[in-house]
């Protein structure tokens, strides 16, 4: 089904996402930048929304979905195959350059968490429910989800929200 097409009926492209989620804010720039209406839908925050993935029978995100049908979306290239895009994606980062870039967002990450002394560590920041804390510790999580992606393990929807 080609997008304009599914736009024009009733079916309408849903986007599962959760803060935080890196490939998610990629898979909704993308679309955005394609000139792609979609409904977003925030499944840490929206328990009818989190069902409603669920129900497509989808654990993790981003998800994009039409009607019962859905795609996971580590790769852009799985969105335009699924929604039938006449758009060239960029070609991947070879292996050693992705590597070094992951290495280099883990040692600032790691920097940064040194900054935060003992007492403001584990208080909320700023106006947002999360801490510095656990804010470090989901771009750990995040890479290390990659790596068993990378490996052909399944990622359980509730690794999200390791803590």
């Not at 849903?14 to 993308?30: A, D, G, I």
């Not at 994009?64 to 195959?81: E, M, P, W």
């Not at 656990?134 to 509730?158: C, K, N, P, S, Y």
């Amino acid at each position: 089904m080609e997008v304009q097409a599914a736009a024009q009926t009733s079916t309408r492209i849903r986007v599962f996402w959760q803060p935080s989620c890196s490939s998610c804010l990629h898979t909704k720039e993308f679309l955005t930048r394609q000139g792609i209406e979609f409904e977003s839908i925030d499944v840490h925050n929206d328990p009818q929304g989190r069902a409603a993935l669920e129900a497509l029978g989808a654990r993790s995100v981003p998800v994009v979905a039409l009607g019962q049908k859905y795609t996971f979306c580590q790769s852009i290239n799985d969105v335009i195959r699924f929604l039938d895009l006449k758009t060239i994606p960029a070609p991947p980062l070879p292996p050693e350059e992705l590597v070094m870039k992951l290495a280099r967002v883990l040692e600032a990450n790691a920097r940064y968490a040194r900054q935060f002394g003992k007492d403001y560590f584990r208080t909320p920041f700023r106006n947002r429910n999360r801490t510095p804390a656990g804010l470090t510790f989901q771009v750990f999580r995040v890479a290390e989800m990659g790596v068993q992606a990378a490996h052909q393990i399944e990622l359980r929807f509730e690794g999200f929200d390791d803590a």
